[in-house]
């Protein structure tokens, strides 16, 4: 059976770095899935479409080529990595993450993804709805302070220097606007490791999680 270490959770939650570190400690593909929404938000701006008018929308999926290269995301073959991660992407791609067409096109493609090779696949719905047979389910989170903390020292490492509090807002707009969705709304999978990354260590969190995948804890 092909692998797959789904990992969910908010935004900032640490996701992103424990799911690289982890793809490469253990060989496995790096699936980033909120780049695929993001890289959807890019499509839908510059076709200076509204994110609410999903028949557009809907209508843009199939003319769309999505693909990733480790961390690097292509859109139609221009590699789009940074246009992505910007603040307005960041609210963009939640609001056309509520779209059915949209969830539906990419979770496709997810699963595809990761037909060909293992994958630790990172997002908000990989142990509910994407991957929902993964016997390898972690659910990461951490305080919204926390994450806006991380999530500062991210942008200022980009050059970009926003407000503490201008952050802490748009995380907990984030999270809102994910977890109140009618479809794959954010959730902890039933059968997935709960892990809090406040206050932890990258390699401390790392080692957690292989320790719970050797060990064959699967609940
Ligand atoms: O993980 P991220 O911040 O790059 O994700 C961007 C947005 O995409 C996020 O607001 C929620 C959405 N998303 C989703 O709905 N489902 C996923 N599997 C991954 C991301």
New binding site residues.
């Given amino acids: 059976m092909i692998p797959v270490i789904a990992i969910d959770g908010p ?1 900032g939650a640490g ?2 770095t424990i799911a690289k570190l982890l793809a490469k400690r253990l060989g496995l593909q790096y699936l ?7 890289a959807v938000a890019l499509a839908v701006k510059e076709a200076s479409i509204s994110p609410e008018d999903e028949a557009k929308i809907e209508r843009l999926l199939p003319t769309l080529t999505i693909d990733l290269d480790g961390e690097r995301v292509f859109l139609n073959g221009r590699d789009v990595s940074h246009l992505i991660r910007t603040p307005e992407i ?1 609210l963009l ?2 609001a056309v ?1 509520r779209l059915g067409a949209v ?1 539906r096109y990419l979770t496709q493609l997810q699963r595809e993804f990761a037909s060909k090779k293992g994958v630790v696949a ?5 142990g509910t709805v ?1 991957f929902p047979d993964s016997p390898y389910k972690f659910f990461l989170t951490a305080t919204p302070e926390e994450r806006a903390k991380r999530r500062k020292k991210q942008l200022e490492m980009q050059g970009e220097n926003v407000l503490y509090e201008t952050i802490l807002k748009q995380i907990k707009k ?1 999270d809102k ?2 977890s109140d969705r009618a479809i ?1 709304p ?1 959730r902890q999978a039933e059968d997935a490791q709960l892990i809090d990354t406040t206050g932890k260590t990258i390699d401390e969190i790392l080692d957690e999680i292989i320790r719970r995948i050797k060990s064959g804890q699967e609940k």
Avoid: F, I, N, P
């Fill in positions: 935004a996701k992103s980033d899935t909120g780049a695929m929404y993001r960041d791609a939640s993450s969830r990172e997002g908000r719905d990989m994407v984030r606007q994910d794959a954010l």
